[in-house]
C-alpha cells in the first residue's frame, strides 16, 4: 500500500508514525566465500545469537 500497488479496503491513517515503519529488502543474501554453515553463523552472529546454540540446532 506504501508504494500504492494496492488499494486499501478499510482502516485509517496515522502520518505521525514513521518510526513504525520498517523495510525489509527483497534481495537474496548470499556470500559467496561461505559455507552455508558458515553464512548462517555469520547472520546469527550479527544478530546476537550464541554460535554453539547454532551447532547444537544444526549439526
Excluded: W
Excluded at 508504494?3 to 556470500?31: M, W
Excluded at 559455507?35 to 544444526?58: E, K, M, W
Amino acid at each position: 500500500m506504501l508504494v500504492g500497488e494496492l488499494r486499501p479496503t478499510g482502516g485509517y491513517i496515522d502520518k505521525n508514525k514513521a518510526e513504525s515503519i520498517g523495510y525489509c529488502p527483497q534481495d537474496d543474501i548470499h556470500f559467496s566465500a561461505l559455507t552455508v554453515l558458515q553464512s548462517i553463523d555469520y547472520i546469527c552472529r550479527i544478530h546476537g545469537l550464541d554460535p554453539a546454540l547454532l551447532n547444537n540446532l544444526i549439526i
